[in-house]
């Protein structure tokens, strides 16, 4: 009997990783200021075919996300990371922080009401509140 791939994760299916890169290529975009007609000019290809990416209409070839990837001046496993990826960029972004990676390593010992009194204090000077007394 062969050996079978065991995963803790349901595998994407093609509809569900092409719409992980149409975001992720939009944002990307977005985030450098650039047309999709800029894009498809670094590119070389037809401004409708950075459409077709970006509405999940077309799912780019291993080449054409070397391609994108270059334009847009990221490494392709930025344009393919799933939300799992993301999250633990974000979580290790915020750890990085010494004071939020302290706070961090003390919630798991406060109990739920002062976590929620820490918590509303938090947001309320996230949003500039000051609360009376």
């Known amino acids: ?17 092409g719409l992980q890169v149409a975001t992720q290529v939009r944002e990307m975009r977005r985030a450098r200021h650039l047309s999709q007609r800029q894009l498809a000019g670094r590119m070389q290809v037809p401004r ?13 070839t291993l080449g054409s996300l070397e391609r994108l990837a270059t334009a847009l001046g990221v490494e392709v496993r930025q ?26 390593a003390l919630l798991p010992h406060l109990d739920s009401l002062h976590r929620t009194l820490l918590f509303g204090a938090v947001r309320d ?9």
């Open 1 to 17: 009997m062969a050996p079978r791939l065991v995963t803790s994760l349901p595998l994407p299916d093609c509809n569900e990783a």
């Open 48 to 60: 409708t075919y950075i459409s077709k990416i970006e509405n999940g209409k077309a799912i780019p």
């Open 79 to 104: 344009l393919v990371r799933d939300a799992r990826s993301r999250r633990d960029e974000e979580v290790a972004a915020i750890l990085s922080d010494p004071f939020l990676a302290e706070v961090a």
């Open 125 to 133: 000077a996230a949003v500039g509140r000051r609360r009376t007394a």
